[in-house]
């Protein structure tokens, strides 16, 4: 089955820095990678996707990156602010077999702004 | 309107009780799904509903019962459940399970304590 790999699972960076986050997978049938945010206490919230047709999106400050061929895809924020501080998970599912559409979820990040 | 919607917000049980947590979307989405998360750790399926009908059990105990009323609706009933199944239940919904239509929407949360 598949598997996701993430780092850092803590980043602290000052305000206005860039913050990246880098995750890998196993199952090269997996075609769907979202990102969410989770600040304390709340829940899960979608803050951008990338399917595999697709090399980078972006969203603002925002954007995903994702390299097929080595399996992995990455998160960056640009100008970081106090409030992006939070938990960050990646996550992978495929279109195929018994599992499809389930996300599989890295362990998540912990990111620290610093004002 | 993104909203997937979850009561109680919070729930203390006793090992010996019954009791029930419910979701509701009206998004219009056909799939449903039942997680549990863990303090710092991401969320980790437990159940999946495609079109009203159980699609995956991820080996959960039968200490937990899923229901699909309808599509809108998803109710997790608990009975005789143990200190260790405290955590937070988070039901999410998207528009399906494949066919390209991933976006999993997450509701608040149920903080369960088991005591």
């Known amino acids: 089955g598949e598997n996701v790999e993430q780092h850092p699972s803590t980043l602290s960076v000052q305000e206005g820095d860039s913050a990246v986050i880098k995750c890998t997978y196993s199952d090269s049938a997996s075609n769907y990678f979202p990102w969410y945010k989770q600040e304390l206490g709340k829940r899960p919230q979608l803050i951008i996707d990338?399917?595999?047709?697709?090399g980078e999106k972006k969203d603002q400050r925002i954007a995903v990156t994702l390299n097929k061929t080595a399996k992995h895809f990455s998160l960056h924020i640009t100008e970081t602010q106090p409030e992006d501080s939070a938990v960050y998970f990646c996550a992978a599912s495929s279109n195929y077999g018994g599992s499809q559409g389930n996300l599989i979820f890295g362990k998540g990040t912990k990111l620290s702004v610093k004002p | 309107d993104t909203e997937v919607t979850q009561t109680p917000k919070h729930l203390v049980m006793g090992m010996t009780n019954k009791k029930s947590l419910k979701c509701e979307q009206h998004?219009?989405?056909?799939?449903m799904y039942w997680y549990k998360q863990k303090a710092k750790k991401p969320p980790e399926l437990m159940f999946v509903y495609s079109y009203e009908k159980l699609s995956i059990n991820e080996s959960v105990p039968s200490r937990f019962s899923p229901e699909c009323p309808n599509s809108s609706l998803l109710n997790l009933h608990l009975h005789a459940l143990q200190p260790e199944d405290s955590a937070l239940y988070l039901c999410?919904?998207?528009?399906?399970?494949?066919?390209?239509?991933?976006?999993?929407?997450f509701g608040p949360g149920t903080r369960l304590t088991v005591t």
């Open positions: 998004m219009g989405h056909r799939a």
């Open positions: 999410a919904s998207s528009q399906d399970k494949g066919g390209g239509s991933y976006e999993q929407y």
């Open positions: 990338i399917r595999s047709n697709v």
